[in-house]
C-alpha cells in the first residue's frame, strides 16, 4: 500500500518540526519506530495495541508492524496558485500524496515570527485552501473549454463531464472545495480523473505550546480549528511540534515515562498516524504464527484474495480459502486452538470482505 500523507503549512507554523520529529532516530534498523527513505520522504510504524497483545499472546521470533508514508511538502504562500514563493513546487508535491495534513499554528511566540504579523489558524488555514481552490478552478476552466464544444455537438459523454465541471467551477467560485461538492459514484469516477487538490481527504493539525499539551480544549485557537474543521467533515490532531521532537528519540520505557509526567496517554505524533491512516480508508489485517506476528495494510473493502496479494501474487493467483479469526475472538479464547474448538476460527471465500483486525492464514494452491 504506497499511500502518503503531505504535511503542508505556511512558515512558522511548526510543519518542519513535525516532519523531523517523524523522521527522527532509528534510519538503520526496520524495527525502530521512525526511519527515512529521502529527505523528504519519513516512514513510520502504524501504532497498534493488537499488534502488541498478538505478540504477547502467540510469542513469535520476530514482530513485524506495518508502515506509512508522510511526505514533507515545500512551504506555501499567499499567490501559490500563481507561481509565488516555491507555488509550483507546492501545487506539483499535492498532486502526488494521497491525503492532507494541515499543520496549523495555535501557539503564541513573540521569538517566532508569524508570516502575516500575528497568530490566526482561521486565516492560515483559509489561505491555503483558496490557494488549491484556485489552482483546481485553473484546472476545471481549460477543461470546460475543450468540452463545451463537444456538449454542443451531442455528444453524451462530453454532457455528462460538462455538468460535473459546471458544478466544481460554481464550488470553487464560492471558495468551496471538490470534497464539499456531493456527486454520484458514476460523477465520482469522472471527478478523480481531473486530479484535482481539493478532492483529498483533509486532517487538521494543531500545534499548541508546551504549556497546552495535557488539556488543549483551554487553547482558544484549538477550539476554533475545531469549529472550523467540523464545516469541512475533517478531524483535528492536536500536537506539541516542539515535545513531540523530543519524544522521538526515547525508547519504549523512556517515552511512556515522559507522557505520564506531561498528563497525556498517547504522543500527538501517534494520533497523527493513526489518523492519517485511517483517512485513506486504510485498516489491518494479522498473520500469525511462531516464526512472525505481522501487520499488513489494506484498503477497507478489499476481498480476501486481494488481500492475499499484498504478501504474494502468487497467494492471490492460486487463493482457496481464507482461515479467518477475529482479533477480539482470538484474545478472548486465549490461543488459535482454543478459537477453533469455540467455534470462532471461520472459513472464508472469494467475497469475504475483510475486516480491520482480522487474523488470517491463507490456504493457496499454484
Known sequence: MALTAGIVGLPNVGKSTLFNAITQAGAEAANYPFCTIDPNVGIVEVPDHSLTKLTELVQPKKTVPTTFEFTDIAGIVKGASKGEGLGNKFLSHIREVDAICQVVRCFADDNITHVSGKVDPIADIETINLELILADLETVEK?????????????KDAIFEFEILSMLKDAFESEKPARAVEFTDEQMKVVKGLHLLTIKPVLYVANVGEEDVADPSSNEYVQKVKKYAEKDNAEVVVVCAKIESEIAELDGEEKAMFLQELGIEESGLDQLIRKAYSLLGLATYFT??????RAWTFRKGMKAPQCAGIIHSDFERGFIRAETVSYDDLLAAGSMAAAREAGKVRLEGKDYEVQDGDIIHFRFNV
Open 288 to 293: 500469525a504464527g511462531v516464526q512472525e506476528v
Open 143 to 155: 477543461r470546460i473549454g475543450r468540452v463545451e464544444k463537444m456538449a454542443k455537438q451531442k455528444d
